[in-house]
Each structure stands twice: as structure tokens, then as C-alpha cells.
């Protein structure tokens, strides 16, 4: 089992800059990929960003060039630095871990993240 656990959400102003981390504990010598997905009330989670062990990163269109996923494997950790934020970015952030092969994925508890104009 992994366990995941977010922090660094808030509220800012469009604009501004938040940095999100997720913290993984367990089984965490399992984990390949990492990400991070959001979700507003009413929709579909969909992916913001994700990084594979080695470092080979994946971002959805509406991010690129305003958002950086890093890792750190000694540390367990993914991070998400958010910058330029807009008010279409408010949702709620998850970190997502999946095991080699795909056989498993686990999902951190979610964070806010609001941006106001």
C-alpha cells in the first residue's frame, strides 16, 4: 500500500504562484509514475501533469508553459509549481501514484486550490 498526502494549496490572486507537494509513504519502492489531476464539482477529474521515474513529464495543453511537475525519488515526492495562475485553474488538485505495469493507482485525499480575480 502508498500512501499520499498533499499539501501547499490555497487561495491567491490570478496571477500568482502556489507550489503543491505530495508526500509518499509505504510501499513507495512500487511507484512509477506520479501525477497530478484536478477536479471541479460536476466534472470529470482530468490530468494537469505527470512524471515518470526517469523524469519524462506529460502536461495537459491548458498548463504548459505555466506549470512545472518535479521530483524528487530519495524524498518520495512529487511537486507542482504553479505559476500565472488563472480562475479557471480553481479545482480541487490530487496527487496520483501508479505502480509498475499499471496494476495499481492510488489517489492522495485532494487539496483546493482557489484563484481569485
Known amino acids: 500500500q502508498v500512501q499520499l498526502v498533499e499539501s501547499g494549496g490555497g487561495l491567491v490572486q490570478a496571477g500568482e504562484s502556489l507550489r503543491l507537494s505530495c508526500a509518499a509513504s509505504?510501499?513507495?519502492?512500487?511507484?512509477?509514475?506520479m501525477g497530478w489531476y484536478r477536479q471541479a464539482p460536476g466534472k470529470q477529474r482530468e490530468v494537469v501533469a505527470t512524471?515518470?521515474?526517469?523524469?519524462?513529464?506529460v502536461y495537459a495543453d491548458s498548463v504548459k508553459g505555466r506549470f512545472t511537475i518535479s521530483r524528487d525519488n530519495a524524498k518520495n515526492a512529487v511537486y507542482l509549481q504553479m505559476n500565472s495562475l488563472k480562475p479557471e485553474d480553481t479545482d480541487v488538485y490530487y496527487c496520483?501514484?501508479?505502480?509498475?505495469?499499471?496494476?495499481?493507482?492510488?489517489w492522495g485525499q485532494g487539496i483546493q486550490v482557489t484563484v481569485s480575480t
Open positions: 512524471i515518470s521515474r526517469g523524469g519524462f513529464t
Open positions: 509505504g510501499s513507495v519502492a512500487t511507484i512509477d509514475v
Open positions: 496520483k501514484a501508479v505502480s509498475r505495469f499499471g496494476t495499481t493507482v492510488y
